[in-house]
Structures are given as C-alpha cells and as structure tokens.
C-alpha cells in the first residue's frame, strides 16, 4: 500500500497558481514533519518547503519564499503545496516526504510519494 500519494500538478503559464496535495495513509500522519521537495532531470532533488507536525512551524527554501506556502490538515492526514506566481524555473516534478527530521536542515524520512509533475510555460 501506497503510503503517500500526490495530486494536482498539471500545466500552467507564468504567474499562475497550482495547488498540490498529499494525502498520507498512515496513522501516524498527525505526529510526523511533512516536506515537498522537487527535482528536475538531470539535478539532485532538492528541498522546497517544511511543516513540523503541529503546523506552526515552516520552512521554505530561497526560491519560492514568499509565493509557496505549506500547510496541512491532520484530521485528513494531508499536506499541501499552494504555489502561486510560478515561474518556468519551477517546472519540476514534485515529491511530498514524510517523517524526516529538522535540525538547522531537512532530513527527509524514508517516505516519498510517487511524484507530480509541474509545468509552467513562459
């Protein structure tokens, strides 16, 4: 069973919004950090954003501070992605984590969902 699956990436011009989701089957989902990262062919997968297991804690990286934020829902077992003003750099597959650990840095559990793919066009 599947522990982590993703939905809404898709394809969408400069400066639109997207909005993704995980959803988690794990009981043990409202305990736990939740991440996005994201990657693109060719390059490592890197880090975009962080919510500890209460969400009043986030974190995002650089690049997206300030159009990204991450929130989650634990009586769902969700988290989320809402991306706004995105720009074609952000063209990448995204992957939600689970259970990874925060200390002056992400490291990210041994949980990743399949995957979504984000497209944004100039």
């Known amino acids: 069973q599947r522990q982590l699956v993703e939905s809404g990436g898709g394809l969408v011009q400069a400066g639109g919004s997207l909005r993704l989701s995980c959803r988690a089957s794990?009981?043990?989902?409202?305990?736990?950090?939740m991440a996005w990262f994201r990657q693109v062919p060719g390059k490592e997968r890197e880090f975009t954003a962080y919510?500890?297991?209460?969400?009043?804690?986030?974190l995002y990286a650089d690049s997206v501070k300030g159009r990204f934020t991450i929130s989650r829902d634990n009586a769902k077992n969700t988290v989320t992605l809402q991306m706004n003003n995105l720009k074609p750099e952000d063209t990448a597959v995204y992957y939600c984590?689970?259970?990874?650990?925060?200390?002056?840095?992400?490291?990210?559990?041994?949980?990743w969902g399949q995957g979504t793919q984000v497209a944004v066009s100039s």
């Open positions: 794990s009981n043990t989902f409202p305990g736990l950090a």
């Open positions: 919510i500890n297991w209460s969400g009043e804690s986030t």
């Open positions: 984590n689970m259970g990874g650990t925060y200390s002056g840095g992400y490291s990210p559990g041994i949980y």
